[in-house]
Structures are given as C-alpha cells and as structure tokens.
C-alpha cells in the first residue's frame, strides 16, 4: 500500500460572495486543480451582518453544488417548485444540469456555520435534467470506526455505512471526522483520486505535517492517508474521480468549453436558460 503525501497546506481565505456574504474560501480551481471539484467555501458567523444578505435568485448550469450546514439553517427555493430549510446536519445536494435558478437565504442564528462543496459534472451530464435532493441530519449515517474516531457519511462508504445519495453523477466521498485528541485514523482511498482535508476545528497531522483550523490539505496521490489527532478535532475529508476535461468557468456556469459559456448566457437573456421546470 501506499500511503498519501500532504502536497500542499493552504489557509482558507476570506471571500464576499452572494448579495454580501462574508465566507472564507478554502480552494478554487483558478488556484488548485482538484479535479473534479471546483471550491469550497467555509460559512462560519456569530454575526448575522455578516450572512443575512444571502444568496438571492440566480442561475447554475453545469456542476453539482453540496450544501452542508453545520449550524444555523437556510431557507431554499429553486425552480423546479422546490422549497425548505436546511437545518443543522442537513445537506442539501442538488444537480444543476442543463439549469437551475434558485436562492439561498441564511436565517438568524446565534451561530451560522457549514460548507458549499461545487462539483463539476462530466460533459456527457452537463445537460441532464437538474436535481434537487434534501438530506435531513437523520438519513445520514454516523459510525464509530475506531477508539475516538467517528465518521459521518455524507457521500460514498465507510465499513458498511453508505452515503445516502446513491445515484451519484462523479464518484465522490464526502465524510465529516471527528477524532479525539491523540487519536489515530488510516483512510483507504481509492488511489488516483484527487483528496483533501479541511479542518473545522482542532488540530491534526499526516505526513509529518500540521494541518491547523480552517486549513486545506491536498494529498499526492496514494491509497490510503494516515491521520493524528493533535488535539480533539473536527475536519472533512472528501476524495473524487477526476474528470479530465476542460472547465470553461464564468460565474454560476460551467461548462467545457467558451462557446457553451456564451450560449449559456446568452440563453439566461433570452428567457430560454431552464430547460425543465
């Protein structure tokens, strides 16, 4: 077996996004290619000056966006005729497609906190028929793999729990970790697959290096990531097959290349961007 390097430690950077949200970015493929994931971005607020504003209507075509909230809840709306509120441990996942108008609107809470995850879809689904699941806290299994160690399993398999989305369009795993201080972990990865960490809270290691709060770790490629528990920890792990195709990528769109970018655009002027309502 071959255990995984720690390529690359970066700290997530603070981003305004949406009509003036205050988020922090972990990675961005303008930055990092971590085929096939696109950004990740980190919420984390006590202060609902910071969030309230939201994510009012707008378009995606094109990707995956995996919405995981920690604390707090938001309020979404698409046009499809989906509505409801995220709360905390919820996930919403929903596939883009050939198009999706929707928004995203933060309640007030004393502390608002989770993730975005963007993954980009393989050319040959870019234009499937957008998808809109709500995964409450409950469907989400949590296992005790060793002493202080447990996992939630968000996307893919842990021993014999599994994710509860089943019909995945890119083979993703998505775990959220929780170790205890002096804690050990040994990950089996699937061995070319693009892998990171992202640390809520704590501290942890691998490979000899420290990977600190609201730090991303890239691994090399390898098939398993040896981790310690500096001290009692949160992160996430998430691993991915890669695409390896050609990301052409202007604001909520994503496609393969310019040209469907610009008729991407061209259609959201034409009213004609929603293909199934």
Known sequence: ??????????????????????LRRAFSHDDVNLD??????????????????G????????????????????????????????????????????????????????????????????????MTDPKYRDIKSSQIPEVKISDGVTVKVIAGKSGNAKGPVKDLNVDVEY?????????RLKLITNKDYSTFVYVIKGKIASDGKEINEMQLAIFSDGDNAGIDAKENSEFIFVSGKPLKEPVAWHGPIVMN??????????ELENNTFIKKK
């Open 36 to 53: 096939p994931f696109l950004l990740l971005d980190d919420f984390h607020s006590n202060n609902p000056e910071d969030y309230m504003a």
């Open 55 to 126: 994510f009012p209507w707008h378009p995606h075509r094109g990707i995956e966006t995996v919405t995981y909230v920690l604390n707090g809840a938001v309020e979404h709306q698409d046009s499809l005729g989906n509505k409801g509120i995220i709360k905390s441990g919820d996930v919403q996942w929903m596939t883009a497609g050939s198009g999706i108008v929707h928004h995203e609107m933060p309640q007030k809470s004393k502390l608002m906190q989770g993730f975005q995850l963007w993954i980009n879809l393989p050319a040959k689904k870019k």
């Open 1 to 22: 077996m071959s255990e995984r390097k720690v390529a690359l430690i970066r700290d997530s950077k603070p981003t305004i996004e949406g009509a003036g949200v205050h």
């Open 175 to 183: 775990f959220h970790i929780k170790m205890k201080s002096n804690a």
């Open 257 to 266: 290349t310019q040209e469907q970018l610009e008729q991407a655009f061209r």
